[in-house]
């Protein structure tokens, strides 16, 4: 495998935020990767909630131990990776299809920290890369013409001509908006409220703290502008 080492160091820096005794969120996706191979090989004392079957077994691979998402009522930390972010932190992820789980292990941890290379950093959600949002396959009809409502542009996610599945037995939708997601907070609670919508990609208040990996492998780090 090609090292990235913009990703390679967004992953390192934010193992170096963990300590054992941790019960951490663990997410899903390539920079994430390089976080669980940085995280085995400090050899800590920790345990994680997975939110994808590939990281589980990433995480059995590193001897990374794991628990169940109903032991976990808190967890100290989470990390995980975005498609994009802006500068208040507000998140489209869902590009590798565990947004829904990825919301629910984040929802449970007292601090989220992104991890990503600098070129995910945007002005506006939404503008270079589509909303991913998980449906429930019967609803799949009446809620893409909803979305269509709103002014989305939508795809179903396929692969090999079949529907794309999530580990949850969704279908993905990726939508697009000419012009980018105006007010990230609106939508999200819109998005809430439509029947048949399992979750939406997008993650507002989250996220506390944005590591931005740079291909020289420095770090950026990015927080909040606003209380």
Do not use: H, W
Not at 17 to 25: E, F, I, K, N
Not at 80 to 98: F, M, P, V
Not at 177 to 203: K, Q, Y
């Amino acid at each position: 495998m090609t090292i990235d080492p913009a990703k390679q160091a967004a992953g390192e820096a934010a193992a170096g935020l963990v300590s054992s005794g941790m019960r951490l969120g663990l997410g899903t996706g390539s920079t994430v990767a390089y976080f669980l191979e940085a995280l085995a090989a400090r050899g800590l004392e920790v345990t994680g909630v997975p939110t994808s079957e590939a990281t589980a077994a990433r995480c059995r691979e590193l001897g990374i131990g794991l628990i169940p998402p109903e032991d976990a009522d808190r967890l100290d930390l989470c990390v995980d990776g975005a498609d994009e972010l802006d500068r208040e932190l507000n998140l489209t992820k869902g590009g590798g299809g565990a947004l829904l789980r990825e919301k629910v292990v984040a929802s449970l941890a007292d601090r989220m920290v992104v991890i990503a290379t600098v070129d995910k950093l945007v002005d506006r959600l939404g503008e270079s890369f589509p909303l991913p949002v998980e449906v429930v396959p019967f609803a799949l009809g009446p809620v893409r013409r909803r979305l269509e409502g709103l002014g989305f542009e939508v795809s179903e996610r396929r692969a090999g001509g079949v529907p794309q599945l999530t580990d949850n037995g969704n279908v993905i939708v990726d939508c697009r908006m000419r012009g980018g997601i105006e007010d990230p907070a609106v939508l999200e609670a819109t998005l809430a409220m439509v029947p048949g919508i399992a979750e939406s990609g997008l993650f507002v208040g989250l996220a506390s703290l944005a590591l931005l990996g740079a291909p020289d492998g420095s770090v950026e780090r990015v927080e909040p502008t606003s209380d």
